[in-house]
């Protein structure tokens, strides 16, 4: 604050008896207090506000990153219900189709976590539980929360019937499908086949070649069309059919190695001839050889 200045003034000659110093004292002006003060300020304020200005920062970076990796953790985490997509037809209800999911999903902890699910287990596992579907792919959203299982399905028309094994729906590609038990009430009225080969199948083996069904579906549908529901039987023959209609003592055998159309023809014209006649068949109509028509 202040500033003292030593200033001798004179001095006495050497041999004064009382030599003495002089020593005087000023004060720094107001101006150059001021000036001082500012100066001392404005330096300290410089060493100080660095250390705030780092202090903050280094805060403001940590809230960033902390919450950076909240973020990432939550947007990660993965549900336990998962989100059924069936394209084509749905066989069971939603809540069937969750419950399985949910039960193939939660036997690995990793499904818990989006960057770890096991798509390709879990899809081969579905495969098993799923047998109505041709494909199955599992994968989660982007935003969402739960795992997302599509589930790709073919479309049925027969219910394969068997004795001493499970009724199953076949699609038509000749694939049995789910066991009729496991399916809507509304697949239960389809038109059965009923499996006399003496050879029961199982879910996912193919029934049916996929011409052999398509050889069925148009025999199907041509009866469909007269409002004919019969009942068809594959016998331990290759490629033969037995189709009984109500009302009707005898029933037909087709082969599902020649034309189905044809064939269907030959019944119809065959019948329009015997009642003609004033016949009618006991046991069977054969029409299985394209030229010749048999019947008992």
Do not use: W
């Amino acid at each position: 604050m202040f500033k003292k200045k030593v200033k001798e003034v004179g001095r006495r000659p050497n041999n004064s008896q009382n030599s003495e110093k002089v020593i005087s004292y000023y004060s720094a002006s107001r101006k150059q207090l001021d000036t001082f003060e500012r100066s001392r300020g404005r330096a300290e304020s410089m060493r100080i506000k660095p250390k705030l200005k780092i202090t903050k920062s280094n805060i403001t970076r940590s809230v960033v990153i902390i919450f950076v990796i909240f973020i990432c953790i939550y947007s990660s985490l993965l549900g336990s219900d998962p989100v059924i997509k069936v394209d084509g037809v749905q066989y069971r209800s939603l809540k069937s189709y969750q419950q399985l999911a949910q039960q193939v999903l939660s036997s690995d902890a990793r499904n818990r976590l989006k960057f770890l699910l096991q798509s390709q287990d879990a899809s081969s596992k579905l495969a098993e539980l799923f047998p109505e579907a041709s494909s199955i792919k599992v994968g989660s959203s982007l935003l969402g929360h739960n795992p997302v299982i599509t589930i790709v399905t073919g479309k049925a028309f027969m219910i394969f019937e068997q004795k001493g094994a499970p009724d199953y729906i076949i699609s038509q590609s000749g694939k049995a499908l789910l066991a009729v038990g496991d399916a809507l009430k509304m697949y239960q009225s389809l038109p059965r086949i009923i499996n006399n080969s003496g050879l029961n199948n199982k879910a996912g083996e193919q029934v049916l070649s996929p011409d052999e069904a398509n050889d069925l579906l148009q025999l199907n549908a041509q009866y469909s069309t007269e409002n004919s529901f019969p009942t068809f039987s594959l016998t331990n023959n290759p490629y033969e059919i037995n189709v009984k209609e109500a009302g009707k003592p005898y029933y037909a055998k087709y082969s599902l190695d020649t034309s189905i159309l044809s064939q269907y023809g030959s019944l119809r014209a065959t019948e329009l001839k015997l009642k003609q006649l004033g016949q009618s068949p006991s046991q069977y109509i054969d029409v299985r050889l394209t030229d010749k028509v048999f019947y008992l």
